[in-house]
Structures are given as structure tokens and as C-alpha cells.
């Protein structure tokens, strides 16, 4: 064997020699390191969690408001602001019903204007009695219906170009086109689906409760939402009750202030009872044997003592504890698998 190998093999000898009496010591008998937490006193409530969809707040169809032939549509997945055009409706026919009424009105004006003349001439006439008092009240009756015929052409005409405006589907609110319902070169009548909006920066929560327990949740409270593993809180915006004799639930909409797709799956937690102050630990601090659940409390000398408990209500790494522990109670979290009854630990600083 050469030397270096030789020096090798010395240095891995060393190094077993070195811990294996630690190994020993820890195991049979000597002082383990481990990690302390405090028993406390704090506020739950017993919770089950229901099912939640992620939607956003400004969700709609936009709908075709004027006849006509679809000569353009927004893409899929286009984003847009408010007022951005996406879909056009052909509007030839609507235009030209415009010129046709703006010539109207131009007809209109010049014979009102013609009567105005006449009437003010017949006037002049009649302080010298040579005009008849029929004559001027007739020419101001035909003054007065040619000014409402060109206030009726000018209404027919701002109902036209209105018209022409709506040939663009404009967005109401910013987002993205998730959808299109009908395609550029399609006819469309008035309330026909055309593109539908979302808005995905804009979202809540939408989750459905058994209406026992209404009464334990209130606008405003935080509560708790899972989705793929993670836990996020999102206050409570409203409750609706929409129970009825099929479905004996109420509805629960709350604000999310997350990156989520709209449609996400969800599980929402759900106070069942009222609030109450209870022992609890760490869910670390458990430790699970044949004989039942246990924790390990570190008294003044750093000595560890094993204590039955049953456990109860849990909220996010805390959980409700009954036995003969009390509030401010050292409990052992990490190094807690192998301890005994009695056996000196020391304790890591965090």
C-alpha cells in the first residue's frame, strides 16, 4: 500500500474514533442538543375547510349593440385598457344614413330660416295695415313646426351617429380578451356575444359554507387559503346567504391580493364555532409512540420530562394541547425523536 493511501486510511480511522463516543454518548445517556419553544395561551376556534374558486372581479361578455357584418376582432390574449376598440361592425349603411339626415337638416334650416323672414316682413306690414293678422299668425304656426321638423331631423341624426359609435365594442375595463364568441365576417344582431373580457389583476375568493356556521364568520376577518401546499390569508370582503331548500349554504367572497390564474382551485378554512383561549404548542413538539402523543418539557436543570397530552384544535404550526403542561412550559421541537424520561439535554441558542 503506498503512502498516501496509508495516511488516508489514518486520517478516516481518526475521524471514526472521534465519533463514535459522541454517537454513544448521545444515544445511550448523554446530553442530545435541541431546540426549545414556550407552551402559551392564545385565541382559536375549531375550522374545516371548504372548497374556493379563484375569479376575477371583472369578468363579462361584451355584446354586439348595433346590426351588422363583424370586420374585426381582437385576438385571444390580447391586453387592452379602458376604451381600447376590440371588435368593429361594419357601419357603410349607417354613414350614409348620416349624409342623407345632415342634408335633411340643411333643408330644414333654410326653410326655417325663409319663415323667420316672412314672419318678421308681415309684421313690419301689419303696423301699417297691410298685412292681415291671419296671415302673420299663419307664417308663425309654419315657423314653429318647421323648427320642431329640424329638431326631429337633428335627434334622428345624433341617434344615428350614436349608433355608429357602438358599431366599436369598446372595453369598460381593463384585461385581457379570454375568449371570442363570433368571428370577424360574421353577422351579428344587437346582444349577440362577441368577445369576453377578465380582468386576471383584479381577483377574489368565491367559496360556498353549510349555513350552521354563518354566524362564526364576519367581514373583515382574515382567513386562511390553501392552494398547491401554500397558505395565504385573505380578508373576508362579504357573506352572502344563498341558502335555499336544495342547498343549505351561504357564500363567501373574499379579496386576493396574489398572482393566480382565474379558475384556480382553492380550500378556504372556515371558523365552525366560536373563539376561545386555549394551552397550545408547537406542531413540532409532538411526539407520536405506541402508548399515545407526548412531549417533552425541559424543566430549570435542563433535564427532560415526558408528558401525555391530547391534542385539540390547530391553526397554521400551533395546536391545542390537554395535560399537565402549563402556560410557559419549555417544550422540546427539534431533537425530541429520541429523548427519555429524566435524560439531561443541552440546549441550542437560536
Do not use: C, W
Amino acid at each position: 500500500m503506498r503512502n498516501t493511501d496509508m495516511n488516508h486510511f489514518s486520517r478516516v480511522l481518526v475521524a471514526a474514533a472521534t465519533l463514535l463516543p459522541a454517537l454513544a454518548l448521545a444515544q445511550f445517556g448523554g446530553t442530545p442538543p435541541v431546540d426549545l419553544s414556550e407552551a402559551r395561551l392564545t385565541t382559536m376556534a375549531p375550522t374545516m375547510q371548504v372548497a374556493g374558486t379563484v375569479v376575477s372581479r371583472s369578468d363579462a361578455f361584451l355584446s354586439a349593440e348595433v346590426d351588422g357584418r363583424l370586420i374585426e376582432v381582437a385576438d385571444i390574449g390580447t391586453r387592452v385598457e379602458v376604451g381600447d376598440v376590440v371588435a368593429r361592425i361594419e357601419d357603410t349603411s349607417l354613414r350614409l344614413r348620416a349624409r342623407e339626415l345632415e342634408s335633411e337638416i340643411t333643408r330644414a334650416e333654410a326653410r326655417l330660416n325663409f319663415l323667420e323672414a316672412e314672419l318678421r316682413r308681415f309684421e313690419r306690414l301689419a303696423e301699417t295695415n297691410l298685412a292681415a293678422q291671419s296671415q302673420i299668425e299663419q307664417t308663425r304656426s309654419e315657423r314653429d313646426v318647421a323648427g320642431s321638423d329640424l329638431a326631429v331631423v337633428r335627434a334622428r341624426l345624433d341617434q344615428v351617429e350614436d349608433q355608429i359609435e357602438r358599431t366599436r365594442i369598446t372595453t369598460p375595463f381593463p384585461g385581457v380578451v379570454a375568449e371570442r364568441a363570433a368571428q370577424a365576417g360574421e353577422r351579428v344582431a344587437a346582444g349577440t356575444r362577441v368577445v369576453r373580457m377578465v380582468n386576471p389583476e383584479s381577483l377574489e375568493v368565491v367559496a360556498r359554507a353549510p349555513l350552521n356556521y354563518f354566524r362564526f364568520v364576519q367581514p373583515g376577518d382574515e382567513l386562511a387559503i390553501t392552494v398547491a401546499g401554500e397558505i395565504l390569508h385573505a380578508p373576508l370582503r362579504t357573506t352572502v346567504s344563498v341558502g335555499d331548500e336544495a342547498r343549505h349554504v351561504f357564500e363567501l367572497r373574499l379579496d386576493l391580493d396574489a398572482s393566480l390564474p382565474v379558475g384556480q382551485t382553492v380550500r378556504v378554512t372556515v371558523p365552525t364555532a366560536d373563539v376561545r383561549e386555549v394551552l397550545a404548542v408547537p406542531r413540532d413538539a409532538l411526539v407520536l409512540r405506541g402508548d399515545g402523543i407526548a412531549v417533552f418539557i425541559v424543566d430549570e436543570d435542563n433535564k427532560a420530562r415526558r408528558i401525555r397530552v391530547t391534542t385539540g384544535i390547530g391553526e397554521g404550526d400551533m395546536i391545542e394541547v390537554r395535560g399537565p403542561i402549563q402556560e410557559g412550559d419549555r417544550v422540546v421541537i427539534r431533537g425530541n425523536e429520541r429523548l427519555r424520561q429524566g435524560q439531561e439535554v443541552s440546549v441550542r441558542e437560536s
